[in-house]
T-cell receptor, first 109, second 115 residues
Framework: RKEVEQDPGPFNVPEGATVAFNCTYSNSASQSFFWYRQDCRKEPKLLMSVYSSGNEDGRFTAQLNRASQYISLLIRDSKLSDSATYLCVPDNAGNMLTFGGGTRLMVKP | SAVISQKPSRDICQRGTSLTIQCQVDSQVTMMFWYRQQPGQSLTLIATANQGSEATYESGFVIDKFPISRPNLTFSTLTVSNMSPEDSSIYLC????????????FGPGTRLTVT
């Protein structure tokens, strides 16, 4: 089993839609979880950190299910500017992070 | 977060040569890391740059190929030695340990093409 599994997509959604990505991880010892977004030819940027069951920041909601070892990211009212690759990143032995392959989102007008 | 810069932003190099990439942070940070992102792939950790001691390399990466320096808490270098076309990639530094969290923040990356 891969350490971090994500559907690579692309997810093609219209503006204003709600879209959700799931991510499964294999290391049950992971304590911290992050969602990064990466635009084409740019560095990853931290979108959200999850330390408990979930986190919400504006249109973005992350939920963590430790029992099933998956984490989700929900984006409401999608904007064109949300088009990017979203990386699921659990910690692996503290300061080390394990990057998933990413899910590509394309928001269309 | 922290402001992180990398130099060079891109380079085209001939096989057999070496390139040193610099990473500068605007504040002292506990942790610095070097990653590689090959075309269409996700990030792979090369090593943790340790201040005042040898870097800690991940499986598949060795010091002779990727020597790393970290002379202080704001600066690190990664050298890609004896390059081959397979080394063509984006190399990113990141910093972590800020405010006691595991969050990492990335520099803008160095795009390397080896011909």
């Amino acid at each position: 089993r891969k350490e971090v599994e994500q559907d690579p997509g692309p997810f093609n959604v219209p503006e204003g839609a709600t879209v959700a990505f799931n991510c499964t991880y294999s290391n049950s010892a992971s304590q911290s979880f992050f969602w990064y977004r990466q635009d084409c030819r740019k560095e990853p940027k931290l979108l959200m950190s999850v330390y408990s069951s979930g986190n919400e920041d504006g249109r973005f909601t992350a939920q963590l299910n430790r029992a099933s070892q998956y984490i989700s990211l929900l984006i409401r009212d999608s904007k064109l500017s949300d088009s990017a690759t979203y990386l699921c990143v659990p910690d692996n032995a503290g300061n080390m992070l394990t990057f998933g392959g990413g899910t590509r989102l394309m928001v269309k007008p | 977060s922290a402001v992180i810069s990398q130099k060079p932003s891109r380079d085209i190099c001939q096989r057999g040569t070496s390139l040193t990439i610099q990473c500068q942070v605007d504040s002292q940070v506990t942790m610095m890391f070097w990653y590689r992102q090959q075309p269409g792939q996700s990030l792979t950790l090369i090593a943790t740059a340790n201040q005042g001691s040898e870097a800690t390399y991940e499986s598949g990466f060795v010091i002779d190929k990727f020597p790393i320096s970290r002379p202080n808490l704001t600066f690190s270098t990664l050298t890609v030695s004896n390059m081959s076309p397979e080394d063509s990639s984006i190399y990113l530094c990141s910093v972590g340990g800020l405010a006691g969290t595991y969050e990492q923040y990335f520099g803008p990356g160095t795009r390397l093409t080896v011909t």
